[in-house]
């Protein structure tokens, strides 16, 4: 059984969902992808580990890097599952471009090369957002692309973060926007 709570966030509120193990899903209202996992069977219910949640996004969004990770359960196929556990341990405050993650991939996975659009699709697909960082993979050429929520609530995570964002750009056209 899967269930729901919200949060009101400074870039809009933010649905949580999570099951007895830990945190499922983590989606901005509106996103591209919205809920995809959560069961059609579901109860809005107040449990710990959304008390766990609204603490470290509090913390998050206060500008500070939090110093625990509430419980997650990441529910996907093993690439995807491998590919999101690389998200984790991007750095607070930096960014890998997906050429980069397909590459950590590749070597992951023991294979020579790893396609960026199949690695790509994986980071799209992540519902567990900002725990699991994907805001943080950009584009080879610094383009700020790729981001479910949004590109705008992508590039106000980074800022938030301290990014240097002077290497990075908001695309004016384009598929990922």
Known sequence: MQ??????????????????IGLTGLWFDGEKFYAD???PEHEEKELPVFEAVRKWLDI?????????????HMIGSPFRLSVWE????????????????AKM?????????MSAQAVGGAVGHNEISIIVPCHRVVGS???LTGYAGGVD???????LEGVDMKKLFVPTKGTAL
């Open 3 to 20: 269930y729901t709570a919200k949060y009101q966030s400074p870039v809009g509120e933010i649905l949580l969902a999570a099951d007895e």
């Open 86 to 101: 690389l998200l984790r341990q991007i750095p607070y405050g930096e960014t890998v471009t997906y050429g980069e993650l």
């Open 141 to 143: 050429d610094g383009s």
């Open 60 to 72: 998050y969004f206060s500008g500070k890097e939090p110093d625990f990770m509430p419980p997650v």
């Open 153 to 159: 609530k992508k590039e106000r995570l980074l800022t």
């Open 105 to 113: 991939v590749a070597e992951k996975r023991g294979l020579s090369r």
């Open 37 to 39: 996992s959560l069961d």
